[in-house]
């Protein structure tokens, strides 16, 4: 069965049968995964002096449903695939960052035609759980996302200096590190240190906390690469960046601010050495205007894209 992507690029669908054919083919077809990533055009390739603009859409995995104050709001998976379509329809957007379920209905809608694709591969660090430092590599594999024609795989890494469960996960991203670099694979990791207050697990935001993180992650796997750092915006980034001589994404996470807010502080952070785009998904897929299409262009307005490239 041949899908076309149709998605609206102002306007979410409210048929509850819109994806009922995915399901079918899912039942009859499975094979057509596998068959619609074979045939998916890539990506024309990254390039300095041009900043890329990558949707994150794996947090459902780790069962981090909410959104600002609604604890479900990315529970309906058909509003989630709406809203991944119209992200994805403006040219602007160069790519996804996905689990494999929602990875798989984005192949089977043909959505990721010419964008870059990074997997998401370890979810077993679940949102509340008991052990939730121990982030198991749940996801996608390095020969899986090989087997797709995939870009990368990012890799949560979260380091509890208080929680012993800290040095499995570390291991376990060096490992995939190594496994991503042997395949000539991006590997996209996200440290943050973390501590773990009243049951639940908080990430340290503080700059030197940040820097500390990346000090650690950029040090795992026996070569650096093909390694990506993907950074939270926080204060002083200057320094951040300069801790770093790896590729950075900045990500999104769920902000407390106003959206003029939270772009203002995305701007000035894509205008620093390194900052090679942005890796968002909370906050452009549910904005709080509900203007998806809106909140995509103004993120990408943001994003540097020069035809030179920077003198050596």
């Not at 057509?32 to 045939?39: E, G, L, P, Q, S």
């Not at 390095?142 to 990012?154: M, R, S, V």
């Not at 040095?167 to 190594?178: G, P, S």
């Not at 951040?240 to 772009?263: I, K, N, R």
């Amino acid at each position: 069965m041949t899908l076309t992507h149709a998605a609206s690029t102002n306007a979410v669908d409210d048929n509850p049968r819109r994806y009922e054919h995915l399901s079918t083919i899912r039942l009859e077809d499975p094979d057509a995964v596998a068959r619609a990533a074979k045939a998916r055009r890539r990506h024309p390739g990254l390039k300095a002096g041009r900043q890329n603009f990558i949707v994150a859409a794996d947090h459902p995995a780790r069962g981090a449903l909410s959104v600002g104050n609604d604890p479900v709001a990315m529970a309906d998976r058909r509003q989630l695939l709406d809203r991944l379509q119209i992200a994805l329809a403006n040219p602007a957007v160069d790519g996804v960052l996905a689990s494999p379920d929602i990875m798989d209905d984005l192949l089977l809608l043909g959505a990721l035609d010419g964008k870059l694709v990074f997997g998401s591969m370890n979810r077993g660090g679940l949102s509340g759980l008991v052990n939730e430092f121990d982030d198991r590599f749940t996801g996608h594999t390095a020969a899986a996302l090989a087997a797709l024609g995939a870009d990368g795989g990012k890799m949560l890494t979260r380091i509890c200096l208080g929680d012993p469960d800290t040095v499995v996960t570390l291991e376990a991203t060096a490992k995939a590190i190594d496994s991503l670099a042997e395949r000539k694979l991006i590997a996209m990791v996200e440290p943050f240190l973390s501590v773990r207050e009243n049951g639940r697990v908080r990430n340290d935001l503080s700059t030197n906390s940040v820097i500390k993180s990346i000090a650690i992650a950029e040090g795992l796997g026996s070569t650096s690469a093909y390694t990506w750092m993907k950074l939270p915006v926080v204060a002083e980034m200057e320094r951040v960046m300069a801790a770093t001589t790896m590729p950075t994404v900045l990500l999104g996470g769920d902000p407390d601010g106003s959206q003029d807010e939270v772009f203002a502080t995305w701007g000035a952070a894509l205008s620093l050495p390194g900052v090679q785009g942005l890796t968002v998904g909370r906050t452009l897929l549910y904005p709080a205007d509900g203007d998806v299409a809106g909140a995509v262009a103004a993120a990408a307005s943001l994003l540097h894209h020069t035809t030179e490239l920077p003198e050596n």
